[in-house]
Nanobody, 131 residues
Framework: QVQLVESGGGSVQAGGSLRLSCAAS????????MGWFRQAPGKEREGVAA???????????YYVDFVKGRFTISHDKAKNTVYLLMNSLKPEDTAMYYC?????????????????????WGQGTQVTVSS
């Protein structure tokens, strides 16, 4: 049904920046949460950021503490694409980053960013940060 394709990953030095993109297609809904998650080797998948796209220009955003102030999530409705701008990258940010979508029938997203609540997932894009 819904297809998500991530791009923009790569290898950078600590302190550098990357901008990830997630193009969505095939979905029939307009109210949803678009989230970014990451998974490092040997660790559980964890939420990074999310944005609610069902309220026009008013798109609430959600961040976990360890990326707050460094990462910025945004959404281009016309292009049906969500972005994650990552600044001041740290070695501990190294992970496979996944884009995900969750159908929503109430306003907003879950601020705790639970991976298991999301319905559709992309294949991921690798981010590697070296010191």
């Amino acid at each position: 049904q819904v297809q998500l394709v991530e791009s923009g990953g790569g290898s950078v030095q600590a302190g550098g920046s990357l901008r990830l993109s997630c193009a969505a297609s095939g979905h029939t809904y307009s109210n949803y949460c678009m989230g970014w998650f990451r998974q490092a080797p040997g660790k559980e998948r964890e939420g990074v950021a999310a944005i609610y796209t069902g309220s026009g220009s008013l798109m609430p955003t959600y961040y976990v503490d360890f990326v707050k102030g460094r990462f910025t999530i945004s959404h281009d409705k016309a292009k049906n694409t969500v972005y994650l701008l990552m600044n001041s990258l740290k070695p501990e940010d190294t992970a496979m980053y996944y884009c995900a979508a969750e159908l929503r029938f109430v306003y907003g997203c879950s601020g705790s960013l639970p991976p298991r609540e999301y319905d559709y997932w992309g294949q991921g894009t690798q981010v590697t940060v070296s010191s």
